[in-house]
């Protein structure tokens, strides 16, 4: 059955965002319509709306919900009527040789239609007709939805679908850098860039493998207070840094074991490689623009035997990792709750999107009544 929606579209006319009364078509083979309880408000959302991350409008954003399977399309056995669910940006094929050896998260699939569901299908359109793209084959700043099934993973009837959207992006991509990208080992000494959503998750996930130290980083004194609540043992002001990289490298007693990026600037790179200590590892997480560029001094690969490399989705097995994520929420181990700065109306979401650019928000989530 055709839904009447709100939605969060972006059309690159010159406004950040636009409210919009939409139509979203019923679910067609392997997909399924999900009505949100709430969605995210994620940094890529912004960096849509920047040109960062280019996607063709007119588009709807959102791609961190969690919400209820209303309507099932032919050939879906693993979802029914009521389950509670999280998206996931990334759709998988099972077949190709990232799914295969546990690397869903780089499956091609989910790069070839980033704007649509797979095939290219399209299920969304505005007042007039026009159809609307998805973003991250997701589109679920809105009411309703239809995704494809592979987009979509199932978790636990009684976890609260307004915490657990966070999981669907910034949580993921942050914890999983920590503890699925880097490994941390016990006893490690860390230190994180950016503590925005995904550098507090990224905390999260070190303080959970055991790490003994962790450093956060950033420019606001009110992201560093953030920071020590969700793991931090120690914050540095880079703002009031002469030499950022010398501070952290005495602070760390010789350079950390593992180094964290989550803020997207090549400079930063540089500064997470810099401050590792011989055979340390720096985690790229953060997504630069398309034309931002790093430097380093290529003699300490040899000479030192560091490692530098990216993480995407915090390397994610969705289906593995989201229930577990939920689970460790559940049981006190995940702080879920802290991360929300602010909860909006979806008529409230310009608003978000500028608190969002501004740095007001650990997180904002737009909650569907």
């Not at 799914?99 to 569901?117: F, K, Q, Y």
């Not at 657990?164 to 949580?171: N, Q, S």
Request: hydrophobic fraction near 40%; charged fraction near 20%.
């Amino acid at each position: 059955m055709q839904m009447k929606s709100k939605a969060v579209v972006f059309r690159a006319d010159g406004v950040t965002v636009h409210v919009e009364d939409i139509v979203v078509d019923p679910p067609g083979p392997n997909e399924v319509m999900i009505r949100l309880a709430a969605c995210g408000v994620c940094h890529s959302d912004l960096s849509v709306t920047n040109g960062t991350l280019p996607l063709q409008p007119p588009v709807i954003l959102g791609h961190e919900g969690a919400g209820v399977v209303t309507q099932v399309g032919a050939g879906v056995t693993d979802l029914k009527v009521g389950d509670h669910v999280i998206s996931s940006f990334v759709n998988t094929c099972g077949r190709c040789r990232y799914c295969t050896t546990g690397r869903p998260n780089l499956c091609d699939a989910g790069n070839t239609t980033p704007w649509s569901l797979p095939g290219g299908h399209v299920r969304t359109h505005d007042a007039s007709g026009q159809p609307l793209n998805i973003m991250g084959g997701c589109g679920v700043m809105s009411e309703y939805a239809t995704l494809h099934e592979n987009n979509v993973v199932k978790i636990a009837p009684d976890a609260p679908l307004d915490r657990c959207a966070l999981i669907g992006c910034g949580v993921m991509t942050g914890w999983g850098a920590a503890c699925n990208t880097a490994k941390v080992e016990p006893a490690s000494i860390c230190v994180v860039f950016g503590a925005g959503g995904v550098g507090l998750s990224a905390i999260q996930g070190c303080q959970n493998a055991g790490a003994s130290m962790i450093v956060a980083v950033d420019m606001l004194a009110s992201k560093l207070e953030m920071a020590k609540l969700f793991g931090a043992t120690h914050v540095v002001d880079a703002s009031k840094s002469e030499n950022l990289v010398k501070e952290l490298r005495k602070l760390t007693g010789g350079g950390a074991d593992y180094a964290f990026e989550c803020v997207g600037h090549g400079e930063i790179v540089a500064q997470a490689y810099g401050c590792l200590r011989k055979g340390g590892t720096a985690v790229v997480v953060g997504l630069a623009g398309p034309a931002d560029l790093t430097s380093l001094r290529t003699a300490s690969f040899a000479l030192e035997e560091k490692t530098i490399k990216g993480s995407y989705y915090g390397s994610t097995r969705p289906r593995h990792d989201f229930p577990r994520l939920v689970s460790l929420y559940q049981s006190g181990k995940l702080k879920l709750d802290e991360l929300i700065t602010r909860r909006y109306r979806i008529d409230e979401a310009p608003q978000a999107f500028e608190d969002l650019a501004q740095g007001r928000n650990a997180r904002g989530v737009i909650v569907f009544d």
